[in-house]
């Protein structure tokens, strides 16, 4: 089955591979397909989701709401470098939004999106728990802390290949 | 009695049911608690927490629409803290919802208004951070306002268990949570069959009918056109309820008058339409049991049930009766046999249609239904579009004179009234066969195992000796599900003949029909469906003079090739973006 939505088509093989355990007993087997299916296609893209909702006979509508349900799971394709800007309060009477103001406009996409050549995501948290080097943000498992506006250009242009 | 319980409400002392819920006792005293989660015919699932109440030795408030009452329980619906709590709800929910009831379609009629307003709250204390929703304009049949929707789930729970179809769920988190089809699409992307059921039970205006009234008001008012009308038989039955008439009022006289105030040139009857709809339809099921044809036949008069099968049994369109729905059997004889006898040109007539289904606006727009050349069906409005029209031209509907229908479309007989309910098509259908089959009238005239709001019903009828044929009766789409499933599991219940309707209960309860919280709605619409038959002169289609008309100098015979090229149609696989169910 392939989805007419997005113009492309996806090899929906690994899926049947992963739903082929379930069949027989789809009793709770969303999440953990979900989480699988996500492994193998980085994202969860529409026609998977419709795939894993009429094999294992859900409302498809269930299972977006599932889907968005938990922070976990992702509609849109992520990239390679994960930027996660903190929100919590510390951070905020620091500058953090200037922070994140300056991330989306050197990269061009709002937080929650990803950059058209796939090299970055950007994701707000509440609280990295390294208050003291408020503000901060994470790319990947690295923490960039005490930052103002003008740091970004350069910490993000170092993640380029 | 054991099976009674006593308590105290509001220290009044009620004798209740066991079982009963803390809100179904409280009404037998008179106390109506607030809800809004809550309605009456789904399932209770106490997510508001509007209903609310202390109760003594309870450690936190119940809510009544899910907790039992029981023996000795002391309750108060009303106390200080309670209303304290549940102004606070409220309030939270006013904070995140529009202040719009000004213009909204809802106002006078919304549940949130009126429980806002008779909680005194005149301030809203917090402040609007809900993330802006687009509207919802993908079909057109009905409007989703997001904004609106206060997330009381019961268009969720409509949708799936009485309707079997799923679209909605619950999405996001926080204040960022909705109710939404997959993927935030429109109704007309994902399989929606536009039953409009969900916005029967929207408590608010989150779910609205997409009003085609500007467009008829533009008809009547332009000189060149001739606009006539076709009211269908669920109609007369409900549109007294918004100007504060019951439910199950009979007031076709007081309908016919105010749409000839509104303007129409000529009122006619989609009962006549029904009459006809059963001639055709009863000797294609005859032709096919007689000659072996696909069986068993399924009606095709409820839109809403014709994109369910299209949507999700596109391999039992076979099994649909060719027939068109009254609807656009009417507008094609308006347009042909009509104007002919009249010496209108066709393309002056603008056909307009009452009905109490939102997916008739739907079926207008198929282009396989213009066997005239223009379509059947130019404009359709639902009851409650109608009501608001009556209400603009400032006509007091209960105080008009009872009118009479024009000819030569708008002689109705008994059965094609009772079309509006569940089963009754296929007890019309039965009347009319039985004359065919047996050649004499069926005695008594009623066929009893047929009426009913069971969710389906099966009945064997013995057609004098000659021929027995098995029928079923299913309406909601849930119960549509279980025949479609045992059809395609080779029929083992051997029926040769099933009416389906989409909504519960049949068209009295459509999804363009007045909304209202009273459980007994359905019933006392269909019952007054079941009286006007019995009080009309004609009982039975065959007899409708009027139609036998039609036949002698138009169509011939029922199923002739005119018949068949004008009045039929046929069904096709449908595939939105969204593919599965
Ligand atoms: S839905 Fe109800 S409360 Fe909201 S704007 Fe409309 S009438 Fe007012
Ligand atoms: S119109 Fe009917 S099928 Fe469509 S979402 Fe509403 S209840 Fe479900
Ligand atoms: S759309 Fe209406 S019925 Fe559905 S959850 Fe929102 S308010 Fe409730
Ligand atoms: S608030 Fe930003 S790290 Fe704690
Ligand atoms: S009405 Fe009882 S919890 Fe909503």
Redesign the interface.
């Known amino acids: 089955?392939s989805?007419?939505?997005t113009g492309k088509t996806l090899d929906l093989a690994p899926l049947m591979d992963i739903l082929a355990p379930y069949k027989q007993n789809p009793k709770g087997a969303l999440i953990p397909v979900l989480q699988h299916a996500q492994d193998v296609y980085g994202y969860l893209p529409?026609e998977v989701?419709?795939?894993i909702?009429?094999e294992l006979n859900i409302?498809?509508?269930?299972?977006?709401?599932v889907v968005?349900?938990y922070a976990q799971f992702h509609?849109t394709p992520r990239g390679k470098n994960i930027i996660r800007i903190c929100q919590g309060t510390a951070c905020h009477v620091r500058g953090a939004k200037t922070i994140l103001e300056a991330v989306c406009s050197h990269l061009g996409v709002k937080a929650g999106e990803t950059t058209p050549d796939l090299n970055f995501t950007i994701e707000t948290v509440a609280c990295l728990g390294a208050c003291g080097l408020a503000p901060v943000m994470m790319v990947n498992d690295n923490t960039h802390g005490r930052l103002t506006p003008s740091d970004i250009p350069g910490i993000l242009d170092s993640y380029l290949d | 009695m054991s099976d009674m319980i006593t308590l105290t409400i509001d220290g009044q002392k009620v004798t209740a049911p066991a079982g009963s819920t803390i809100l179904e006792a409280a009404k037998l005293v008179g106390i109506d608690v607030p809800t809004l989660c809550h309605h009456p015919l789904l399932r209770p699932e106490g997510a508001c927490r509007v209903c609310v109440c202390k109760v003594t030795g309870a450690r936190s408030f119940l809510p009544a629409c899910i907790a039992k009452a029981t023996e000795g329980m002391e309750v108060f619906t009303h106390d200080p803290e309670v209303l304290e709590a549940r102004k606070n709800i409220v309030e939270l929910l006013l904070a995140n919802h529009p202040q719009d009831c000004l213009a909204c379609a809802r106002s006078g009629n919304c549940e949130l208004q009126t429980v806002a307003n008779n909680l005194g709250i005149r301030k809203v204390r917090y402040e609007y951070n809900r993330p802006e929703m687009e509207l919802d304009l993908s079909n057109p049949c009905l409007v989703r306002d997001p904004a609106k929707c206060i997330l009381c789930g019961r268009c969720v729970r409509v949708c799936?268990e009485v309707q079997g179809t799923?679209?909605?769920?619950?999405?996001?988190?926080g204040l960022n949570a909705r109710v939404?089809?997959?993927?935030n699409m429109g109704l007309g992307e994902?399989s929606c069959t536009f039953c409009g059921q969900c916005r029967k039970v929207c408590p608010t205006g989150a779910i609205t009918v997409r009003s085609d009234t500007q467009r008829v008001w533009d008809a009547l008012r332009d000189p060149d056109k001739i606009v006539m009308v076709q009211t269908a038989p669920s109609v007369r039955v409900a549109i007294s309820e918004p100007f504060g008439g019951k439910p199950g009022d009979l007031n076709t006289g007081q309908m016919v008058s105010a749409l000839r105030r509104l303007g129409f040139d000529k009122v006619f009857d989609t009962n006549w339409a029904a009459d006809l709809t059963i001639m055709e339809e009863g000797t294609e099921l005859i032709g096919r049991v007689t000659k072996g044809g696909k069986l068993p036949m399924i009606t095709s008069c409820s839109p809403g049930w014709i994109n369910f099968i299209e949507l999700n049994y596109p391999d039992l369109l076979d099994n649909l009766s060719t027939a068109k729905s009254p609807q656009s059997m009417f507008g094609a004889m308006l347009k042909t046999y009509y104007a002919k006898k009249q010496g209108i040109d066709p393309s002056k007539i603008v056909s307009v249609s009452i009905m109490p289904c939102t997916a008739k606006k739907f079926e207008a727009f198929r282009r396989e239904l213009s066997a005239s050349g223009y379509p059947d069906t130019d404009i359709v409005l639902t009851t409650t579009e109608l009501a608001q029209m009556i209400k603009e031209a400032n006509i007091n509907f209960l105080g008009l004179p009872e009118e009479q229908f024009d000819p030569i479309m708008g002689e109705g007989s008994g059965a094609g009234t009772i079309f509006g309910a569940t089963g009754g098509v296929m007890e019309a259908a039965v009347r009319t066969a039985y004359k065919v089959i047996v050649g004499e009238e069926m005695e008594p005239i009623e066929l009893e195992a047929v009426r009913g709001l069971e969710g389906i019903k099966e009945a064997s009828v013995d057609f004098g000796g000659k021929v027995t044929l098995n029928v079923a009766i299913a309406h909601g789409l849930a119960n549509a599900r279980k025949v479609c499933e045992l059809i395609r599991a080779g029929n083992p219940h051997n029926w040769h003949f099933i009416e389906i309707m989409a909504c519960p209960g049949g068209c009295i309860n459509g999804g363009g029909q007045p909304v209202n919280m009273d459980a007994d709605t359905p019933r006392l619409r269909a019952e007054a469906l079941y009286r006007d038959d019995a009080g009309l002169p004609v009982r039975r289609s065959h007899e409708n003079a009027e139609v036998q008309a039609l036949y002698r100098e138009f169509l011939g015979e029922p199923n002739s090739h005119k018949a068949h090229e004008l009045l039929h149609t046929h069904y096709y696989r449908q595939s939105r973006?969204?593919?599965?169910?």
Do not use: D, H, W
Request: glycine fraction near 2%.
């Open positions: 089955m989805c007419n939505c529409q989701l419709e795939a909702a009429s409302p498809v509508a269930e299972v977006f709401g968005t349900f509609l | 799936s799923s679209i909605y769920s619950f999405a996001y988190r939404t089809p997959a993927f994902v973006i969204c593919k599965s169910k």
